[in-house]
């Protein structure tokens, strides 16, 4: 034992391996030299040879200087909370290139003066929804609720009904998030059923607002009614409509999910809603309204410390003014289209000896709205034991597993990304045989 440790190289010599100075190319040198340390450690230990370790330290480094890792998602879900949610298009992935070095982000560049921040963003949502007097954009869908109830409530009250008050996921709930802020809520009508008179009777000269949350997670169904914009709005106080979803326009396909427009058109003085849902750009937090108000928001302390990136602004922008974003396309995919692609791809894994059938894999929207809504599509059903190795291969390939089987939706598949699932999936079988 002595007598191998003093055999262990020094971290300098296996620093100098040329595996490790290749590493050098892509990551810096704590972390390597963190690799080696363990790798010594290792062979200290006894548990591998002192002329492992370089080896050792070049196995344990990352592949890349990001420990995130890009995932194929074939479980049918378009939007994926725990994948990312929305998957940006290729404009918005150009674009955030565009915006990762120094940028006009706050600077006129004719003039060589500062500039608005984030200009042509905010141009971009007034021009994709005209319906809207100003536009603000923050850090995500809650911070806009957040900065709007503040701004135009703080220190008073709002009304909401019992209907509304949601938890957005990950034991988030909005009425706790916002009360933080000094608002009083008040709380109005029942669980299932509230009316614009429930509102009336609460109101009083403390009320600032009446906030209406759209319920983007979840459905009632029987004995049920709410308050519309329009009712909302004879009650003569502001109408903060927090749509989360984020469908800009009416979508025939989501009947049942509100869209800005819509909701301004109604007289929303103020509508919010996310930028990484139904929209499918980036996380973000929309505004929409009202120029006074929108404007209270804007000049409101809270709104720095909810601002975006330049990454975020030009991520979004693209995501307007680009090709549709895969969120939208994954959304509005044909059915029988889908079904061909399956054929084919299970065709492709039968030739190489793989259990495989085309089966319907009915995809959802997910955490980005139209709770209950099917999207007919199909999929690829294969042994449920390939699960975990397509998860953790490379490509990551994550499927879903229904009745006993792993099924691949390709739904939010790219078709570029068939053959490579095809690959993926005969490694997988490769791995783990019978
Ligand atoms: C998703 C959602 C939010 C939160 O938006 P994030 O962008 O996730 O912060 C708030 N309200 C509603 C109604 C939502 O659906």
Redesign the pocket.
């Known amino acids: 034992m002595e007598d191998a440790r003093r055999h262990i190289p020094g971290t300098d010599t296996v620093l100098g391996h040329p595996r490790l100075v290749a590493a050098g190319q892509r990551l810096n040198r704590t972390t390597i030299k963190a690799a080696v340390l363990a790798a010594q450690e290792r062979a200290r230990a006894g548990e591998i040879g002192p002329e492992a370790v370089a080896d050792a330290a070049a196995d344990a480094l990352p592949p890349a200087a990001t420990s995130l890792r890009p995932v194929i998602n074939a479980t049918g879900v378009v939007l994926h909370t725990n994948l990312g949610?929305a998957a940006l298009s290729a404009a918005a992935r150009e674009a955030l290139l565009t915006a990762s070095g120094y940028a006009d982000v706050e600077f006129d560049l004719a003039s060589g003066r500062r500039a608005r921040r984030g200009r042509g963003t905010l141009d971009a949502l007034r021009a994709v929804v005209p319906a809207a007097e100003a536009t603000l954009v923050v850090?995500?869908?809650?911070?806009?609720?957040l900065l709007a109830v503040t701004a135009i409530a703080a220190g008073r009250e709002v009304l909401v009904s019992r209907g509304e008050l949601?938890e957005?996921?990950d034991g988030f709930r909005?009425p706790e998030l916002l009360t933080t802020t000094g608002v009083r809520f008040r709380e109005v009508g029942t669980t299932n059923r509230t009316r614009v008179g429930d509102y009336a009777s609460a109101a009083g000269p403390d009320t600032a607002a009446v906030l209406k949350?759209?319920?983007?997670?979840f459905r009632v169904s029987g004995f049920t009614s709410a308050a519309s914009i329009p009712e909302l709005v004879t009650l003569g106080l502001p109408v903060i409509a927090?749509?989360?979803?984020g469908l800009l326009h009416p979508d025939p396909l989501l009947p049942d999910e509100p869209d800005v427009t819509g909701a301004l058109r109604a007289g929303a003085a103020v509508v919010?809603?996310?930028?990484?849902?139904l929209l499918g750009g980036p996380?973000?937090?929309l505004v929409f309204g009202r120029t006074d108000l929108v404007e209270s928001l804007r000049r409101h302390p809270l709104a720095r410390a909810l601002r975006v990136d330049k990454l975020t602004l030009a991520a979004l922008e693209a995501t307007l003014r680009g090709l549709d974003p895969p969120t939208r396309v994954a959304l509005h995919l044909d059915p029988a289209q889908l079904r061909e692609r399956a054929g084919e791809l299970a065709g492709r894994l039968r030739d190489a000896g793989i259990d495989a059938r085309v089966v319907d894999s009915a995809g959802v929207v997910g955490?980005?709205?139209a709770p209950g809504l099917d999207l007919p599509g199909a999929g690829v059903a294969l042994p449920v034991r390939y699960a975990a190795p397509l998860r953790t291969g490379r490509p990551s390939v994550v499927g879903r597993v229904d009745r006993g089987r792993l099924v691949l939706d390709l739904r939010c598949v790219s078709p570029a990304d068939d053959p490579v699932v095809a690959a993926a999936v005969r490694a997988a079988a490769a791995g783990c045989p019978g």
């Open positions: 949610r850090n995500n869908g809650a911070a806009a609720v949601v957005i996921g909005l949350v759209h319920p983007s997670n927090d749509l989360g979803s919010t809603a996310s930028g990484d849902k996380q973000a937090g955490g980005g709205g």
